[in-house]
């Protein structure tokens, strides 16, 4: 019903920057927070950031001050503004987006995209 595509991955050097998106696509009547995670290998998956449909944004610590999460409500879609890259970023980023549908109106679901891979690296 709601699909959701990551793009932008790749490998870049430390303190280098990239710029993650998500597009939401599918039976979708509002979206309310959506929301980066990244996994890295032999690790759980983590929160990186949210934004609620109003804006509000949350960061992990570990990334405070170097990303930046944005939406565009009327595109479906939200960004991951990656900058001063470090090597403990290199992980699957993976997108969230928690749906109301036009068939499970007025409850929210969590819809998850398949992930891009970063690596930073020299």
């Known amino acids: 019903q709601v699909q959701l595509v990551e793009s932008g991955g790749g490998l870049v050097q430390p303190g280098g920057s990239l710029r993650l998106s998500c597009a939401a696509s599918?039976?979708?009547?509002?979206?309310?927070?959506m929301g980066w995670y990244r996994q890295a290998p032999g690790k759980e998956r983590e929160l990186v950031a949210l934004?609620?449909?109003?804006?509000?944004?949350n960061y992990a610590d570990a990334v405070k001050g170097r990303f930046t999460i944005s939406r565009d409500n009327g595109k479906s879609m939200v960004y991951l503004q990656m900058n001063m890259l470090k090597p403990e970023d290199t992980a699957v980023y993976y997108c969230?987006?928690?749906?109301?549908?036009?068939?499970?109106?007025?409850?929210?679901?969590?819809?998850w995209g398949q992930g891009t891979q970063v690596t930073v690296s020299s």
């Open positions: 969230k987006g928690t749906v109301v549908t036009r068939t499970n109106f007025p409850y929210p679901r969590d819809y």
């Open positions: 599918g039976s979708i009547f509002s979206i309310n927070t």
């Open positions: 934004i609620t449909s109003g804006g509000n944004t």
